[in-house]
Structures are given as C-alpha cells and as structure tokens.
C-alpha cells in the first residue's frame, strides 16, 4: 500500500515559512493550457497576431504564471490536506516564451482558531514581479490522538 503523503498540520505552520516552484514558459505548455482553461485569446496561441502587439510575440496566460502558486499551496505549503479557498491577484508584467517563472509563497498569518493561513505569493522572471497578492489556506488542524 502506498503511503499518503500529508502536509503541514495548523500547529507545524510558522510566520516566515516559504516555498517556490519554477516553470520555463514554453508554446507547448501555453497550447496546453489555451486547451484546458479554453483561452484561445490569440495573444497567447497566435505568434502572428501576438507579433503585432506590444509584447512582440506571444505571452503565456496570467493564470498559467499563477497556477505555480496553486501546485505550491497543494503540493509543498501547506501541501496535501491543505484547502485553497482564496487568491488576490495583481498582475504587473507578462511572462514570454524562454522565461524561467520562479512562483514564491511565504506564510504572513496564522489563524490558531479557524485554521486559515494567510499567504504572501509572488511569481517572478529575472528577479521582476509578474505577480503579486495574497491566498488564503484552511489548514488541518492535527487530528486527536485515540
């Protein structure tokens, strides 16, 4: 039997605890997410048409950058048991085909009664912020001993 990874119980959480995940932006990865999340917008999935705009080629979608900080909270911080219940988002900059995203989460709060975690998450190319905001966790509370 293969045994269940678990994360991070309510009472091991501390202030200033972080984690990060990094991405290399690639036209295959951003194909992939047009056809999961069905954004086809051509900014990201058109070289052509992105070559016209601002950004001189195609860009991958905000919430593909931002999905690193979801495989963080489930993944490492809290990790597995955690529950993902809010995100705020700003998004500063886009990240282009080639970039390595570096996707950052620290714990700013912990609430002891409800269990919430609150999170400073960050997603960076080259040391610049791509995003910033802030996630809300429930994190489990560690379960009574029998």
């Known amino acids: 039997m293969t045994e269940i ?3 991070y119980y309510l009472d091991e959480m501390k202030i200033g605890m972080s984690a990060e995940n990094t991405m290399v932006v690639s036209a295959e990865k951003i194909d992939t997410f047009a056809e999961l999340s069905g954004d086809f917008n051509p900014i990201h999935v058109d070289e052509e048409f992105a070559k016209t705009t601002m950004f001189g080629g195609r860009i991958a979608h905000g919430a593909l950058s931002a999905s690193l900080i979801s495989a963080i909270l489930g993944n490492d911080l809290p990790g ?13 900059r886009p990240a282009m085909m080639g970039d390595e995203v570096v996707a ?3 714990v700013l709060e912990i609430n ?3 269990g919430r975690v609150k999170m ?4 960076s190319v080259n040391g610049k912020q791509i995003i910033r ?3 809300g966790v ?3 509370k ?3 001993e029998d």
């Open 5 to 7: 990874k678990r994360g």
């Open 80 to 92: 597995p048991g955690a529950v993902f219940v809010e995100l705020n988002m700003r998004f500063r």
């Open 104 to 106: 950052r989460a620290e």
């Open 112 to 114: 002891e009664r409800t």
């Open 120 to 123: 400073k998450v960050s997603c």
């Open 133 to 135: 905001g802030d996630a």
């Open 138 to 140: 429930i994190v489990p």
């Open 142 to 144: 560690r379960p009574a």
